[in-house]
């Protein structure tokens, strides 16, 4: 079983749909938490950090359940810019090295 | 964004050749790391550095050396490259601790080819 498993989707939705994304993890002194984004032949870059209490950052709401071992990605009101690829990204306490998902695809069609 | 340079960001070689990939950065963090991206693998660790000099290996190791002499550099070698080693490869660099600290920012790739 792999650390960190994320659906790989694709996920295809129309313009302003909601989607969610799940990943969970299988280390419980998993520390910190973070959903990235990948375009296509892009590197990945950093969407948002996700924190115990959960956190949103406009369209986008991101929460972790510890006792279930997932994070979560909701993106409300799709845009065909959302279109990329998201990476789970898991940390474990004071470890230098981060495990990542293998991402979900994500395609919005007009 | 976070200073990162790859070089060179494009490399056709022939199978037994050495490559170096060299990840210059700008932000003095303390953690450095190569990647491979492959298509249906994701990203997945070579090696990565948490200091002058300290190295660690990655998931994927074999066939590929490292070395970081200065803060600001970390060299990637591939001492005799083979076709498997075709791929795209990303550097990426965090300032190490707990929470956002762990963040990593990537370098835009390397994209090699081995014929």
């Known amino acids: 079983r792999k650390e960190v498993e994320q659906d790989p989707g694709p996920f295809n939705v129309p313009e302003g749909a909601t989607v969610a994304f799940n990943c969970t993890y299988s280390n419980s002194a998993s520390q910190s938490f973070f959903w990235y984004r990948q375009d296509c032949r892009k590197e990945p870059k950093l969407l948002m950090s996700v924190y115990s209490s959960g956190n949103e950052d406009g369209r986008f709401t991101a929460q972790l359940n510890r006792a279930s071992q997932y994070i979560s990605l909701l993106i409300r009101d799709s845009k065909l810019s959302d279109s990329a690829t998201y990476l789970c990204?898991?940390?474990?306490?004071?470890?230098?090295?981060?495990?990542f998902g293998d991402g979900t695809t994500l395609t919005v069609k007009p | 964004d976070a200073g990162i340079t790859q070089s060179p960001r494009h490399k056709v070689t022939e199978t037994g050749t050495p490559v170096t990939l060299r990840c210059h950065q700008t932000?003095?963090?303390?953690?450095m790391y190569w990647y491979r991206q492959d298509p249906g693998h994701g990203l997945r660790l070579i090696h990565y550095?948490?200091?002058?000099?300290?190295?660690d290996k990655g998931e994927v190791s074999d066939g590929y050396s490292v070395s970081r002499s200065k803060t600001e550099d970390f060299l990637l070698t591939l001492e005799s490259a083979t076709s498997s080693q075709t791929s795209v490869y990303f550097c990426a660099i965090s300032e190490g601790g707990s929470g956002d600290k762990n963040i990593q920012y990537f370098g835009a790739g390397t994209r090699l080819s081995v014929l």
């Open positions: 990204v898991v940390n474990k306490i004071n470890a230098g090295k981060s495990t």
């Open positions: 932000e003095n963090h303390r953690y």
């Open positions: 550095s948490y200091g002058v000099k300290d190295t």
